[in-house]
């Protein structure tokens, strides 16, 4: 009996655990999902953090934008290792594309793989046009900031 | 108990147990890496204490060889609850006047960006009363990065980052800009906190605060502030006599606007001749640097001699002053490994010498300066090495 429900067990507790899960970041993957030749289609790379608040304007617009335009792949980094609270923050935005979190890497040098000029300051975003075009934005992005990097219509 | 009862039981149990040991070992499981943020300072007697996160406790550290060897920890907090731990938030140690050792941290509650300032003190260096809270607001907001100043006169004042004021301004659907400051001050080292009171409004939502004692003896708070409508300077205020702030000057001068969180707090002391030295982290002609500047007192600040530290990848700086030097201490990512650097000046901040300190390959905390008497030390925690403390020249 109980080597039959034990799998089931496991699978009732890893289930949610398993999709709320953040790939880990290390700075080679890092500077890989950075570079503008990663990215054949119009991609933005959004930088959070469970702390800011700002972070969270941006994700409401970024989920906005990509459920109005199929085209935009909105990839999330949060700056910070997985714990239990990421996932309930990042959830409500129910954005399909990949989520990172930092892995066991030292996080200054994932810092300086994402980008050599970026001081911590969040939430940060880059934006990709899929042709080789990145832009980088510091603070709270428009719709406007990102038709013009992306040159996607929303 | 049936077997699947007994079995599903057994493997809830195992959640927090699993989380527990794999965060009191590091590098075990990837979500798990230790909030490395810890704070330290020289007992009375010369020995070497640290207070760090374990778990759900603030654990004491004392070395009596200056960190060649450390004795067993003792727990600050005998009942277990959530700590702040990161490097712009971590557990805080001070020795109030009557010797008292005073161990304050941020309580967060399990919703995002909310907590509760906490202290505890042990009157013997050792057994610690339970901890008590230091505002007497019991709502689920922010009341996080506190920054703890004992007095000569053995007054403690904490101020911290406190959204009382944006939670109201919220619900009457009014702006608000960032956060406020608020303190609660101590008469007898910090058993008892009279009521809580408001520093100053519009402060950043996320940055360390710091503090120092004015050349007549006021303290001073100094925290990242946001001038409408959203340059991110800093802001300081001195407290008069019975704790309430004289008046909140503006005291850098940068301009770096953005609606974002820097999550890099400054640092502020003054020295032996009343000079106030800051160090803070800005956006400055596009280009993000730490800065170094004395601030000179008047109607209005003016800082004198500011200079970038380090390089451009110089973060978290700390500074601090004794025995006639200056001293600040950073780290800075160098493309492989991230570098402990100082500089010191014998002249009042006029010139600088630096140095290398050390280096690490991992994670680790920002640095800081302590001081024993006339001698300064850096005191630094990484994933791979540990604490250490290194003598300042």
Same mark, same amino acid.
């Given at each position: 009996?109980?080597?039959?429900?034990?799998?089931?067990?496991?699978?009732?507790?890893?289930?949610?655990?398993?999709?709320?899960?953040?790939?880990?970041?290390?700075?080679?993957?890092?500077?890989?999902?950075?570079?503008?030749?990663?990215?054949?289609?119009?991609?933005?790379?959004?930088?959070?953090?469970?702390?800011?608040?700002?972070?969270?304007?941006?994700?409401?617009?970024?989920?906005?934008?990509?459920?109005?335009?199929?085209?935009?792949?909105?990839?999330?980094?949060?700056?910070?290792?997985?714990?239990?609270?990421?996932?309930?923050?990042?959830?409500?935005?129910?954005?399909?594309?990949?989520?990172?979190?930092?892995?066991?890497?030292?996080?200054?040098?994932?810092?300086?793989?994402?980008?050599?000029?970026?001081?911590?300051?969040?939430?940060?975003?880059?934006?990709?046009?899929?042709?080789?075009?990145?832009?980088?934005?510091?603070?709270?992005?428009?719709?406007?900031?990102?038709?013009?990097?992306?040159?996607?219509?929303? | 108990?049936?077997?699947?009862?007994?079995?599903?039981?057994?493997?809830?149990?195992?959640?927090?147990?699993?989380?527990?040991?794999?965060?009191?070992?590091?590098?075990?499981?990837?979500?798990?890496?230790? @909030?490395?943020?810890?704070?330290? #300072?020289? $007992?009375? *007697? &010369?020995? !070497? =204490? %640290?207070?760090?996160?374990?778990?759900?406790?603030?654990?004491?550290?004392?070395?009596?060889?200056?960190?060649?060897?450390?004795?067993?920890?003792?727990?600050?907090?005998?009942?277990?609850?959530?700590?702040?731990?990161?490097? @712009?938030?971590?557990?805080?140690? #001070?020795? $109030?006047? *009557? &010797?008292? !050792? =005073? %161990?304050?941290?941020?309580?967060?509650?399990?919703?995002?960006?909310?907590?509760?300032?906490?202290?505890?003190?042990?009157?013997?260096?050792?057994?610690?009363?339970?901890?008590?809270?230091?505002?007497?607001?019991?709502?689920?907001?922010?009341?996080?990065?506190?920054?703890?100043?004992?007095?000569?006169?053995?007054? %403690?004042?904490?101020?911290?980052?406190?959204?009382?004021?944006?939670?109201?301004?919220?619900?009457?659907?009014?702006?608000?800009?960032?956060?406020?400051?608020?303190?609660?001050?101590?008469?007898?080292?910090?058993?008892?906190?009279?009521?809580?009171?408001?520093?100053?409004?519009?402060?950043?939502?996320?940055?360390? %605060?710091?503090?120092?004692?004015?050349?007549?003896?006021?303290?001073?708070?100094?925290?990242?502030?946001?001038?409408?409508?959203?340059?991110?300077?800093?802001?300081?205020?001195?407290?008069?006599?019975?704790?309430?702030?004289?008046?909140?000057?503006?005291?850098?001068?940068?301009?770096?606007?953005?609606?974002?969180?820097?999550?890099?707090?400054?640092?502020?002391?003054?020295?032996?001749?009343?000079?106030?030295?800051?160090?803070?982290?800005?956006?400055?002609?596009?280009?993000?640097?730490?800065?170094?500047?004395?601030?000179?007192?008047?109607?209005?600040?003016?800082?004198?001699?500011?200079?970038?530290?380090?390089?451009?990848?110089?973060?978290?700086?700390?500074?601090?002053?004794?025995?006639?030097?200056?001293?600040?201490?950073?780290?800075?990512?160098?493309?492989?490994?991230?570098?402990?650097?100082?500089?010191?000046?014998?002249?009042?901040?006029?010139?600088?010498?630096?140095?290398?300190?050390?280096?690490?390959?991992?994670?680790?905390?920002?640095?800081?300066?302590?001081?024993?008497?006339?001698?300064?030390?850096?005191?630094?925690?990484?994933?791979?090495?540990?604490?250490?403390?290194?003598?300042?020249?």
């Amino acid at each position: 009996m109980i080597r039959r429900i034990l799998p089931l067990i496991f699978l009732l507790i890893a289930g949610p655990l398993a999709a709320a899960d953040f790939t880990p970041l290390d700075r080679l993957a890092a500077q890989k999902l950075l570079s503008p030749e990663s990215h054949r289609q119009a991609t933005i790379v959004a930088l959070w953090s469970s702390d800011c608040n700002y972070c969270k304007k941006n994700l409401k617009l970024l989920s906005s934008l990509a459920h109005r335009n199929q085209k935009l792949r909105v990839i999330t980094i949060a700056a910070e290792p997985e714990s239990p609270e990421l996932w309930p923050m990042l959830k409500p935005y129910a954005l399909a594309g990949p989520r990172y979190a930092y892995g066991t890497d030292n996080p200054e040098a994932i810092a300086y793989a994402i980008d050599a000029k970026w001081g911590g300051e969040l939430p940060r975003t880059f934006l990709f046009d899929g042709r080789g075009g990145k832009q980088t934005v510091a603070g709270v992005i428009s719709i406007d900031s990102v038709e013009k990097a992306t040159g996607l219509r929303f | 108990m049936c077997h699947f009862c007994r079995a599903a039981a057994l493997a809830f149990l195992a959640i927090p147990l699993l989380a527990l040991a794999a965060d009191a070992m590091p590098g075990m499981g990837k979500a798990m890496r230790p @909030e490395l943020g810890s704070s330290a #300072a020289f $007992a009375p *007697d &010369g020995n !070497l =204490l %640290v207070v760090a996160r374990q778990g759900e406790h603030v654990m004491l550290y004392r070395s009596t060889d200056d960190g060649q060897s450390w004795l067993a920890p003792v727990a600050v907090n005998a009942e277990p609850e959530a700590i702040s731990a990161d490097g @712009e938030n971590r557990p805080k140690i #001070a020795i $109030a006047a *009557d &010797g008292g !050792l =005073l %161990v304050s941290w941020t309580h967060p509650f399990p919703k995002s960006n909310t907590g509760s300032v906490r202290l505890a003190r042990a009157g013997d260096g050792q057994t610690f009363s339970p901890p008590l809270t230091v505002h007497q607001d019991t709502a689920i907001i922010t009341h996080r990065f506190e920054s703890m100043l004992t007095m000569p006169d053995n007054r %403690v004042i904490l101020a911290w980052i406190d959204k009382r004021d944006l939670e109201l301004a919220k619900a009457n659907k009014t702006p608000y800009r960032g956060a406020a400051i608020y303190a609660a001050l101590s008469t007898d080292g910090g058993r008892s906190f009279q009521p809580e009171y408001k520093l100053a409004d519009h402060s950043c939502e996320c940055c360390r %605060v710091t503090s120092a004692i004015d050349r007549d003896g006021a303290p001073i708070f100094m925290w990242r502030h946001v001038y409408a409508p959203n340059e991110r300077d800093h802001a300081m205020t001195r407290l008069k006599p019975d704790g309430k702030a004289e008046n909140v000057q503006r005291a850098t001068f940068d301009r770096w606007k953005v609606d974002g969180c820097p999550h890099h707090g400054p640092s502020l002391v003054v020295d032996e001749k009343g000079i106030r030295h800051a160090v803070w982290f800005n956006q400055k002609d596009g280009e993000g640097r730490v800065f170094y500047g004395r601030l000179e007192p008047g109607a209005e600040i003016k800082v004198d001699g500011q200079r970038p530290v380090g390089g451009p990848r110089a973060a978290h700086a700390d500074i601090a002053a004794a025995g006639g030097k200056l001293a600040i201490a950073w780290k800075e990512f160098d493309g492989e490994r991230t570098q402990l650097r100082a500089m010191v000046s014998t002249d009042g901040g006029s010139s600088f010498a630096e140095i290398a300190l050390a280096a690490s390959e991992g994670a680790s905390d920002q640095p800081r300066l302590i001081r024993r008497k006339g001698q300064l030390f850096t005191f630094w925690r990484t994933e791979r090495e540990g604490f250490r403390i290194f003598p300042m020249p």
